[in-house]
């Protein structure tokens, strides 16, 4: 199974971190965020990661390569200045994720910290998506989705609701109507698909931090630091 971090982001609520550095090379206890990632995704099993790029991106590009220090094969996805959003990078990434049979592939945000177990998941035929949910941080108490069983829904009153972790698999046929080169969101994709039931995802009770601040970032570097 194939694998891609995103990390094109302009990191706005990183600022001034940002400024001179992208997001995902920001350091937490002396390793880029991103390099745990790579780590993890190595100890998988996974071989074949892409990573999309806009902001500084020929730092990432410098400071990663080619993977092989990790035992990996990275392929870069540049995106013009601006980035493409979520699904928009997806798709313009498919020529390296989409083997031609529309298996699914995984996706973690760049700018995450998380414990969940990465592996490869089996999708039903008939699933576009299986998505990874933890429970609402602090910074978003009212949380993105409905999860009953193994299927995940959108907002529905009275439900209590889940936050999407920022991982997940996809098929590469949930993207088939955009086009590559355009900017476009994950969300309204998700949702049309969970109209038609076609969405299933986990609850990881673990570890989960969303390093979208200098607080935030602050937080978990000295929490790393302690053996937290």
């Not at 991103?34 to 996974?46: D, K, P, Q, S, T």
Request: proline residues 8%; charged residues 20%.
């Amino acid at each position: 199974m194939r694998a891609m971090i995103l990390a094109a982001g302009r990191g706005e609520r990183m600022r001034p971190l940002t400024d001179h550095c992208p997001k995902p090379l920001l350091p937490a206890a002396d390793k880029p965020l991103i390099v745990y990632h790579l780590e993890r995704l190595a100890a998988a099993g996974f071989k074949d990661i892409v990573i999309n790029h806009a902001h500084l991106g020929e730092q990432l590009l410098a400071a990663l390569g080619n993977g092989a220090q990790w035992d990996l094969s990275i392929t870069w996805s540049p995106e013009p200045v601006g980035a493409l959003e979520t699904a928009g990078g997806i798709c313009q990434a498919l020529p390296h994720l989409d083997a031609g049979n529309d298996d699914p592939f995984l996706v973690i945000n760049g700018d995450i910290y998380c414990d969940w177990p990465i592996q490869s998941i089996h999708l039903a035929q008939e699933d576009l998506a299986h998505l990874v949910l933890v429970d609402n941080p602090p910074q978003h108490p009212t949380g993105d989705f409905v999860l009953q069983g193994q299927r995940v829904s959108d907002k529905a009153a009275a439900m209590p609701t889940l936050t999407f972790a920022g991982i997940g698999f996809y098929r590469p046929s949930l993207f088939k109507n955009l086009t590559a080169g355009e900017p476009a969101k994950l969300a309204p994709l998700l949702r049309a698909a969970m109209a038609e039931h076609r969405v299933r995802g986990e609850h990881h009770q673990g570890r989960w931090e969303d390093v979208g601040t200098p607080a935030r970032l602050a937080a978990l570097d000295a929490e790393l630091r302690a053996g937290v």
